[in-house]
């Protein structure tokens, strides 16, 4: 806007000076001032668009970095809780699978957008049962617990605070649970209540 308004002051000054015939210095010095404001906005303009390109390229690289580190660090969790969850259940599979936002199409407008997010898949061993919604509060409680155990070894915290986190075990599985306690106690201090 104020180049454009600077641009339409220049073209009057030039419609005065055809007008007056002759150049007077005032309207020279108008002049000179205008056409260094107008020089000085376009640099600057310039300066803004490619510092704008340069944030688009630098906000892309970071959004794939980001994508190529949490789709590492979910392969690292996945290996680590199938390996809890066949410690606490003598075998069976286990993955966290990741669920991206998916937007209704036009002529779904009317329905709910589905939102993105963790999606946890199991499969017991000699159980036919597949999926988190099949098990039983006890299996929750022990997939949650390999689920936490998992999040600890990948990314080992100070220390961990565990309460009751075997009131669902039977005998079995607290030697199981036991063991996995001892794993993790390598790689972080446990607190257990």
């Given at each position: 806007?104020?180049?454009?308004?600077?641009?339409?002051?220049?073209?009057?000054?030039?419609?005065?000076?055809?007008e007056?015939?002759?150049?007077?210095?005032?309207?020279?010095?108008?002049?000179?001032?205008?056409?260094?404001?107008?020089?000085?906005?376009?640099?600057?303009?310039?300066?803004?668009?490619?510092?704008?390109?340069?944030?688009?390229?630098?906000?892309?690289?970071?959004?794939?970095?980001?994508?190529?580190?949490?789709?590492?660090?979910?392969?690292?969790?996945?290996?680590?809780?199938?390996?809890?969850?066949?410690?606490?259940?003598?075998?069976?599979?286990?993955?966290l699978?990741?669920?991206?936002?998916?937007?209704?199409?036009?002529?779904?407008?009317?329905?709910?957008?589905?939102?993105?997010?963790?999606?946890?898949?199991?499969?017991?061993?000699?159980?036919?049962?597949?999926?988190?919604?099949?098990?039983s509060?006890?299996?929750?409680?022990?997939?949650?617990?390999?689920?936490?155990?998992?999040?600890?070894?990948?990314?080992?915290?100070?220390?961990?605070?565990?309460?009751?986190t075997?009131?669902a075990?039977?005998?079995?599985?607290?030697?199981?649970?036991?063991?996995?306690?001892?794993?993790?106690?390598?790689?972080?201090?446990?607190?257990?209540?």
């Amino acid at each position: 806007a104020e180049r454009e308004k600077l641009r339409r002051e220049i073209d009057r000054l030039k419609f005065r000076l055809e007008e007056a015939g002759r150049v007077d210095a005032a309207i020279l010095r108008e002049y000179e001032d205008a056409k260094m404001r107008d020089d000085f906005f376009e640099k600057e303009l310039g300066d803004l668009i490619a510092s704008a390109k340069r944030l688009r390229g630098a906000s892309k690289e970071l959004a794939e970095k980001i994508e190529g580190d949490f789709s590492r660090g979910i392969g690292k969790i996945n290996g680590e809780f199938e390996r809890f969850f066949q410690m606490m259940f003598g075998g069976g599979t286990a993955k966290l699978a990741v669920l991206k936002e998916r937007r209704p199409l036009a002529e779904e407008e009317d329905m709910p957008r589905q939102d993105g997010g963790v999606h946890i898949d199991v499969s017991l061993p000699r159980k036919k049962i597949r999926g988190l919604e099949m098990l039983s509060g006890g299996e929750r409680s022990l997939t949650a617990v390999a689920l936490l155990f998992a999040l600890a070894s990948v990314s080992p915290p100070p220390f961990l605070v565990l309460d009751e986190t075997d009131a669902a075990l039977d005998e079995a599985n607290s030697v199981r649970y036991a063991d996995m306690l001892k794993e993790l106690s390598r790689k972080a201090q446990i607190i257990t209540i």
